[in-house]
């Protein structure tokens, strides 16, 4: 059955970077775009990009251009997101999520979910 | 960007009462529209597709309706295990966006 695993909890500096790695199992990696989800403490869901696993091309959210990246690794069926520039307001639960590739991009597998803390 | 407005932001009721909850685009998504279920803790889980397809797996109490801009979720006959939040997310133009979600709390 499908899998995905996420890298474990991360304490990061201010201004620091974060890598978050997301491996899956079970399926054709190279059929699906993998998506980044955040989640602030208390608060509700925030798309921050995707990779189409097969291709390779990316698509951000405006709010984070300039400072994430999703990659991906096809050998090990695993995609990477890292932030940059990190500040308090980074401290959430990162999440990656399963989509298929025709746009209708419903997320049907989940990872676990990542706690990154920003913290000085 | 597209902006998700839902309604009610909480909502009190019991178990076996039938509940809806709304989700408003800014544009026109066509059925681009998906819900999900989110328990404190876990990852969200896909309730709803396509505006109204259910996913596999989940109970058929949970219906979703809509297309354009103005969607709902109606949940027929609450279970204990439904209290919850929960989000829309559409997909249009593949940028994603989601409600601010609806908190679903035991009267």
């Known amino acids: 059955q499908v899998q995905i695993v996420q890298s474990g909890a991360e304490v990061k500096k201010p201004g620091a970077s974060v890598k978050v790695s997301c491996k899956t199992s079970g399926d054709t990696f190279t059929s699906y775009v993998i998506h980044w989800v955040r989640q602030g403490p208390g608060q509700g869901l925030e798309w921050m990009g995707w990779?189409?696993?097969?291709?390779?091309?990316?698509r951000y959210s405006q709010r984070f251009q300039g400072r994430f990246a999703i990659t991906r690794d096809t050998s090990t069926s695993t995609a990477h997101m890292e932030l940059s520039g990190l500040t308090s307001e980074d401290t959430a639960v990162y999440y990656c999520a399963r989509s298929n590739i025709l746009g209708t991009y419903y997320f049907d597998y989940w990872g676990q979910g990542t706690l990154v803390t920003v913290s000085s | 960007d597209i902006q998700m407005t839902q309604s009610p932001s909480s909502l009190s009721a019991s178990v076996g009462d039938r509940v809806t909850i709304t989700c408003r685009a800014s544009?026109?998504?066509?059925?681009?529209l998906n819900w999900y279920q989110q328990k404190p803790g876990k990852a969200p889980k896909l309730l709803i597709y396509?505006?109204?397809n259910l996913q596999s797996g989940v109970p058929s109490r949970f219906s979703g309706s809509g297309s354009g801009t103005d969607f709902t979720l109606t949940v027929s006959s609450l279970q204990p295990e439904d209290f919850a939040t929960y989000y829309c997310?559409?997909?249009?133009?593949?940028?994603?966006?989601f409600g601010q979600g609806t908190k679903l709390e035991i009267k």
């Open positions: 396509g505006a109204s």
């Open positions: 544009h026109n998504i066509n059925i681009y």
């Open positions: 997310q559409q997909s249009y133009n593949t940028l994603v966006t």
């Open positions: 990779i189409n696993a097969g291709v390779g091309n990316t």
